[in-house]
Nanobody
Framework: QVQLVESGGGLVQAGGSLRLSCPASGRTGSAYAMAWFRQAPGKEREFVAAISWSGLSTFYADSVKGRFTISRDNAKNTVYLQMNSLKPEDTAVYYC??????????????????WGQGTQVTVSS
């Protein structure tokens, strides 16, 4: 079992920045990929960014490329999402996910078998 708890969400004005954190606990000894997804009201959950177990490979949705940066600190079992130049359309609940099936950064939701409870990000115009 892997437990994930997101933090760092909040209310920010357009153009501002937030940094999300997601420490993992439990069975964290395995090498696994991690990712961030988001779900806006009335929409399906969508991929945001993913990072390989080594941290050397990352993958981003086109909508956040150049504005968001995913990173990880394996010594702290934590993945981060630095979000800059935020837009109102970035408003959503952001979820952290971990995959014990692959160490490769993947945008596919079904690759991830552990999920956090989500943290709300609201960007005002």
């Amino acid at each position: 079992q892997v437990q994930l708890v997101e933090s760092g969400g909040g209310l920010v004005q357009a153009g501002g920045s937030l940094r999300l954190s997601c420490p993992a606990s439990g069975r964290t000894g395995s090498a696994y990929a991690m990712a961030w997804f988001r779900q806006a009201p009335g929409k399906e959950r969508e991929f945001v960014a993913a990072i390989s177990w080594s941290g050397l490979s990352t993958f981003y949705a086109d909508s956040v490329k150049g504005r968001f940066t995913i990173s990880r600190d394996n010594a702290k079992n934590t993945v981060y999402l630095q979000m800059n130049s935020l837009k109102p359309e970035d408003t959503a609940v952001y979820y952290c996910a971990a995959s014990t099936r692959t160490g490769v950064a993947s945008p596919m939701q079904n690759e991830y078998d552990y999920w956090g409870q989500g943290t709300q990000v609201t960007v005002s115009s």
